[in-house]
């Protein structure tokens, strides 16, 4: 009989179901999972660094989302209209965001930065999106563009990466180097009169912005016309309650939420002010500015419950300290093992994550991410999964949760300090 992996081998291209890329004898099917540690098929237990993509920041399994969702199953699961849980989820999105005055839920991040980009369009009448080399915005064409380009043309010409998008991608999306406001600025004064939006990861990654990086473009686009798009589907209720743009003082036009707002269970939101927010109304249908929107899942009590849940767990006393003291630890953790190991390294992040790149230079973009030894970052990460560390092995973040703790990340650094020893 097939086990579980070979199954999973057969029924999805790479045996996983995206991005994973892991040789097929560690490719694992998970039976479940308990704050900060699953279990595979077998019963192998595993630290996971992965959390879901960052989904589940609460911890898998937390007993205030399970309750929440317990009370709702069976009450019905989805009715596509407004309910009670997704009422009182909108309201306090609106009151914890500087930039929402109003919201529409959507099933996932990657329609909630789709729509801010077509909102944009739709108010400024002009085409082209701009967004920053090696950004992710979720599975939409803007989103996967120039994100891993092996070979990246001069800015702001777009790197389409994948198939069935260049057509799309070299008509309607621009490129600027994260972190350069200078050569952003130049870009936005040659194209600004084509630019309907520009869309920015505050903390693109794991690599945080510069001092005056994110003031700089919000004077920019504003004095341009443009609007200011912020994907907070990471940085949201991660970096602090009020997401990215409490943490660094900037206001975008619209922002864009996922992941960790709906405590593990899908769910995407979007919003800014109501003026803006009013040209999805369906009243408007056939203005010009009209944008449709419409999510059969978006809003749903099951989610909303779930997300509602885990707000209230990021409002308890002490949570951001806590995640914000856990990554602090795990990063200078991984400074002193790659320093003892006498191995050259630069160690990024900020709030509860943190990555390696293997470079002698600083990194504050995607350019400088690349000059790094990717051969190296993959031996260690694939070092790490067979010890029992569950991540994504492209070498890309490592999330903290509120489940884990001091005990974990050491428990994280010993396997670390082991799997460099693969690395050589």
């Known amino acids: 009989m097939a086990s579980f992996s070979e199954r999973a081998q057969n029924v999805f291209p790479a045996g996983s179901n995206g991005e994973f890329n892991l040789p097929p004898e560690l490719s694992i099917v998970i039976a479940r999972g308990e704050g900060c540690r699953l279990w595979d098929s077998g019963d192998r237990e595993f630290l996971d660094f992965s ?190 309650y009020g997401g990215a743009q409490e943490y660094y003082g900037v206001v975008p036009d619209l922002v864009a939420y996922g992941k960790a707002l709906g405590g593990g269970y899908p769910i995407g939101a979007f919003g800014g002010p109501a003026e803006l927010m009013a040209l999805v109304r369906e009243d408007r249908l056939g203005d010009p500015d009209y944008m449709w929107v419409a999510s059969t899942l978006g809003g749903n009590p099951i989610s909303t419950a779930a997300a509602g849940a885990a707000l209230g767990v990021f409002r308890q006393d002490g949570t951001y300290e806590r995640l914000h003291g856990l990554g602090e630890t795990l990063r200078a953790g991984m400074r002193r093992v790659l320093r003892d190991r006498q191995m050259t390294a630069q160690v990024i992040g900020d709030g509860p994550l943190a990555q390696i790149v293997f470079s002698d230079r600083p990194v504050r973009d995607y350019r400088s991410t690349q000059r790094g030894d990717g051969a190296k970052g993959r031996a260690l990460m694939l070092g790490l999964f067979r010890r029992g560390v569950f991540l994504n092995p492209m070498g890309t973040k490592l999330y903290l949760s509120l489940a884990h703790d001091e005990k974990v990340c050491g428990e994280l650094l010993d396997r670390l300090d082991d799997a460099l020893g693969d690395v050589g």
Request: glycine letters at 10%; one cysteine or more; charged letters at 20%.
């Open 51 to 240: 959390m879901g993509w960052g989904s589940v920041l609460v911890g898998h399994a937390r007993p205030e989302v399970v309750a929440a969702v317990t009370a709702q199953v069976p009450n019905g699961s989805n009715f596509a209209y407004v309910t009670e849980q997704s009422l009182a989820l909108g309201e306090e999105i609106v009151r914890l965001s500087p930039a929402c005055e109003q919201v529409r839920f959507c099933a996932s991040g990657t329609e909630a930065t789709m729509y801010c980009q077509r909102l944009a369009r739709a108010k400024t009448g002009k085409p082209k999106i701009l967004k920053f080399e090696g950004a992710y915005h979720g599975a939409n064409e803007t989103g996967v563009t120039s994100l891993f380009p092996a070979d990246p043309p001069d800015f702001p010409e777009p790197d389409p990466i994948a198939g069935g998008l260049a057509h799309k991608v070299k008509r309607d999306i621009l490129v600027a180097p994260y972190n350069d406001l200078e050569t952003t600025q130049k870009i936005l004064a040659e194209h600004g009169h084509e630019i309907a939006g520009v869309i920015v990861e505050p903390l693109q990654r794991c690599t945080p912005p510069e001092a005056g990086f994110l003031e700089g473009l919000r004077a920019a686009t504003r004095a341009a016309g443009i609007l200011l798009i912020f994907d907070e589907v990471v940085t949201g209720f991660r970096l602090a």
